[in-house]
């Protein structure tokens, strides 16, 4: 038997010393769960640096700090609505009937150690989190981002925003204040004017007559259990899907369909991103401790027979309000004797409807266009100005629905007729985005001339210079070969043709409905004037051999 040390040579020459317990307890995981080759393989992934892609990062940042707050809040947060008595520290309220879950949001606001602080947090990053998803859809929308193979990727953003929506609603209902209440009021009527199974909706998810006892507890179990699980499957699978699809970037020199420039995951871009997280939650708690959100001290409980003036939800809510509020109080009588309140129940169905036609938009996109092709550099939203068009076109009813859904604002602070806004809304529902779509189409279209001109032209200097024979022509700069690059580096598609109605024998073919109507669609998209021809080599050669004085 040896009685060596552990750290005698070995014949070889070698000492044969004892690893250090972390380097052990490293080999002893990376041999059952291969971490090293997991890390190895994925720690220095490149992505693009770009300020656009800040957007899903704000959103991301400001879910975790909703998760963190939350916690918190839940430890002190009693949802019931069994009624008891104030007698707590916000004296103005002492003797006032109300829910123990009122109760409870006034003790968090009052006297918990930070309670307020951490609740408008709560609040300020639940807005922020839907803002930041919608503008970070915008962005993947407009630059083209969602197409092959991201589509997958582009539905679970579009659910991820959906249940942020729903999230955000049982969550400020919670308090059970007049405000809130007043917004579950309003569902409850949406729920109401559903044919035939609207009563009994409404009775299975009260657990009886509006307000009943149960609604608070089951928003509870959904707001704190059931939507942010899901929501956090979601996310995590969105996010191995930009791992496994690498990041898309915009054109430019070196950057191909097949590579990506940017950083490394480690160390540049997890020190940058932890410096932006700190970032975005500086700002959200430095919001929260100087501007005020939801302060139920002063809009009170809810009681059934009270409305608070100017109840507004959320903004993020404002579209369906403007919807219900707008559209005017038709109501049949079907045989059978049932009535339909045409007036909530025509809102109701073009809501999802919308939120349908968002989420399979690449899908639909991919049909008409023929593009099966998978893409990783983007488009400039110029470059695709029926896409633009469209996406303007939504913005522009969305905007004209937070008018709506605020109507009674509008009127009382600038002293305006409720009535005419209305009909000013109503109006704008069914003219602005046709508008909208066209002048954001000619604005593309003229964008695009610009950057053929600059291709062709240079970059005015601004320098005035006569020539011999008397003229004055301004000075052009010729552009640098990067930035010819980029302006010239996007497609020119080609619309589908539905074929020759003929073949080669003469005897004419049968083309379907749906070939005719894909190769029309394709037309609209891409045919026609809807893109300006890049810059051939004659045109620049002409440019560059001295026809013209730039």
């Known amino acids: 038997m040896s009685t060596k040390p552990a750290d005698t040579p070995t014949p070889d020459g070698n000492r044969r010393g004892k690893a250090p317990a972390g380097e052990r307890a490293a080999d002893w995981a990376d041999g059952r769960l291969g971490i090293y080759g997991l890390a190895k393989s994925n720690m220095r992934k490149i992505f693009p640096d770009h300020w656009s892609f800040m957007l899903g990062e704000i959103s991301l940042y400001s879910f975790i700090i909703i998760i963190l707050t939350g916690v918190y809040l839940t430890l002190f947060f009693h949802p019931s609505m069994n009624e008891v008595v104030y007698h707590g520290s916000y004296v103005p309220m002492h003797g006032i009937r109300m829910t123990e879950a009122f109760k409870s949001t006034l003790d968090i606001s009052f006297d918990v150690r930070g ?41 679970f953003g579009f659910l991820l925003m959906m249940l942020g929506l729903f999230t955000g ?4 209902s919670l308090p059970d204040d007049l405000l809130s209440g007043t917004g579950v009021r309003f ?3 949406v729920i109401l004017a559903m044919p035939l199974v609207g009563t009994y909706l409404q009775m299975f998810i009260f657990g009886g007559e509006f307000p009943g006892t149960d609604i608070i507890p089951r928003f509870f179990t959904v707001h704190v259990l059931l939507l942010p699980g899901i929501m956090m499957g979601l996310l995590v699978a969105h996010l191995i899907l930009v791992f ?24 540049i871009y997890m020190a940058k991103a932890g410096g932006f997280f700190f970032l975005v939650f500086g700002v959200i708690a430095f919001i929260s401790g100087i501007t005020s959100i939801n302060p139920i001290w002063a809009i009170g409980p809810y009681r059934p027979d009270q409305v608070s003036t100017g109840a507004q939800p959320d903004w993020y809510m404002g579209f369906a309000e403007g919807l219900v509020r707008v559209m005017p109080g ?18 109701i169905l073009i809501f999802p409807v919308v939120l ?27 470059n695709a100005p029926v896409r633009t068009g469209f996406g303007a076109a939504w913005l522009s009813v969305y905007a004209i629905m937070l008018v709506g859904g605020g109507n009674d604002l509008w009127a009382t602070h600038f002293h305006l007729s409720i009535n005419t806004i209305t009909w000013v809304v109503r109006i704008g529902f069914f003219v602005l985005p046709v508008l909208t779509f066209i002048a954001t189409k000619r604005i593309c279209l003229g964008l695009q001339r610009r950057d053929k001109d600059k291709v062709l032209h240079g970059r005015e200097s601004g320098v005035i210079k006569r020539l011999p024979h008397g003229e004055f022509v301004e000075v052009h700069q010729p552009l640098s070969p990067e930035e010819r690059f980029t302006l ?11 074929g020759a109605e003929v073949d080669e024998n003469g005897v004419e073919r049968k083309l379907s409905r ?11 998209y891409y045919g026609g004037d809807n893109q300006i021809p890049k810059p051939t080599a004659e045109e620049h050669e002409e440019i560059t051999s001295g026809h013209g004085h730039h």
Do not use: C
């Not at 993947?140 to 539905?155: D, I, Q, Y």
């Not at 593009?371 to 110029?382: C, F, Q, T, V």
């Not at 010239?488 to 539905?498: D, K, R, W």
């Open 115 to 155: 309670g307020l602080l951490i609740r408008q947090i709560h609040h300020w990053a639940a807005l922020i989190f839907v803002a930041a998803m919608m503008v970070h859809m915008m962005r993947v929308f407009f630059t083209g981002a969602f197409r092959k193979p991201r589509e997958v990727n582009w539905v």
């Open 169 to 172: 609603f049982t969550g400020y």
């Open 187 to 189: 569902i409850e009527g």
């Open 244 to 267: 496994f699809h690498k990041h898309t970037q915009f054109a430019g020199p070196g950057r191909t369909e097949k590579n990506v420039v940017g950083m490394p995951l480690l160390p």
């Open 330 to 347: 038709w109501e049949i009588v079907i045989p059978g004797g049932y009535t339909l309140a045409l007036g909530v129940l025509i809102p």
């Open 356 to 382: 349908i036609a968002i989420a399979v938009y690449p899908f639909v996109e991919s049909w008409v266009t023929g593009d099966k092709r998978e893409h990783h550099i983007l488009d400039r939203p110029r």
């Open 488 to 498: 010239t580096a996007h497609e020119q598609h080609q619309p589908l043709e539905a």
């Open 514 to 524: 749906v070939a005719k109507l894909r190769a029309k669609l394709s037309h609209g």
